[in-house]
């Protein structure tokens, strides 16, 4: 039995409100997966509003199917759903038929050197189906991408690489011996960045889709009593992604973020200035 963390778990009641609301009261909120005895754990920082039946950009606008029916369970479950064929988002259903709020970004709370980290960078680097561009969110990035297979011996998801910036006009990476460097793989602040990335940190995928939250000893969400959120520090912009919606849909402040979290997956400068006025 998975032991929960001193913070309280959100009851059923915390979850029962309108997608818009529930997507603001998520800010600050703590993810937990324990998987495989080690616990993961991230702050949530941006979310995005799906406020079903009156939201074309809702996976729920045209009613309840097989997929979706998460969306119409009780506030507080589960919806997780696959993109692209390959990755896995998580949203958490809310008051409202086919009301739901998607987890677009988390911020990771563990060192830089926790076990918990090393977890998720692993996961990350080893998902089956990983994105060449993903491969390449900073030189370190790329130069263990290039490196891991020969280095696979190196524990705690670090490598030592032999390669080094090309210094001349063919445009080849020298081996440098000599000086080897410890390269880490992905940065803390891009290992769940986006809601794909954090499904993948933090292995969820559809297996938790159905899944109540409130309830979970493995899979759920709870309070930070030392955490507290001022209206001036929450960004509220346009959500991300629905182009096809349409024009009523895309420009809906439907999506909140954290203006001091640097694991933020886009951020709207213009509306950041406005709060920083």
């Known amino acids: 039995m998975a032991e929960q963390s001193l913070n309280q778990c959100l009851g059923e009641s915390f979850y029962d409100n309108d997608a818009v609301q529930l997507a603001k009261d998520l800010l600050g909120k703590i993810i937990v997966h324990e998987i495989n005895d080690v616990k993961l754990m991230g702050r949530i ?13 809702s996976h729920s606008y045209k009613g309840k199917t097989q ?12 919806y997780v759903y696959i993109i692209y064929g390959l990755y896995n988002c998580i949203n958490v259903s809310s008051k409202g038929d086919g009301q739901a709020v ?7 709370l ?3 050197e926790s076990l918990p980290i090393r977890t998720m960078r692993e996961n ?15 030189t370190e990035d790329e130069i263990q991408s290039k490196t891991i297979k020969l280095q696979s011996s190196v524990s705690n998801n670090e490598t030592e690489s032999n390669y080094d910036r090309p210094n001349d006009n063919t445009g080849k990476v020298k081996n440098k011996t000599e000086t080897k460097k410890v390269v880490k793989s992905i940065s803390i602040n891009c290992l769940c960045n986006g809601p794909s990335k ?13 899944h109540c939250l409130y309830k979970s000893e493995v899979l759920w ?3 930070d009593d030392d955490f507290t959120i001022s209206d001036s520090e929450i960004v509220t912009t346009t959500r991300i992604g629905i182009d096809r919606a349409g024009e009523s849909s895309r420009t809906k402040p439907w999506r ?19 709060i920083n006025k």
């Open 256 to 274: 909140f973020y954290l203006i001091s979290s640097k694991s933020i997956s886009v951020r709207d400068k213009k509306a950041e200035d406005i």
């Open 67 to 78: 997929r979706n029916s998460a969306m119409f369970m009780e506030p507080g479950t589960a």
């Open 102 to 108: 998607l987890i677009r970004s988390l911020e990771p």
């Open 45 to 57: 920082v941006e979310t995005e509003a799906y406020p079903g039946a009156d939201d074309p950009a």
């Open 124 to 138: 990350r680097l080893h998902h089956p189906m990983r994105k060449r561009s993903e491969r390449r969110e900073s």
């Open 221 to 223: 969400i709870e309070n």
């Open 198 to 210: 954090l499904c993948s940190a933090f292995n969820i995928d559809k297996r938790y889709d159905k």
């Open 110 to 112: 563990d060192d830089e």
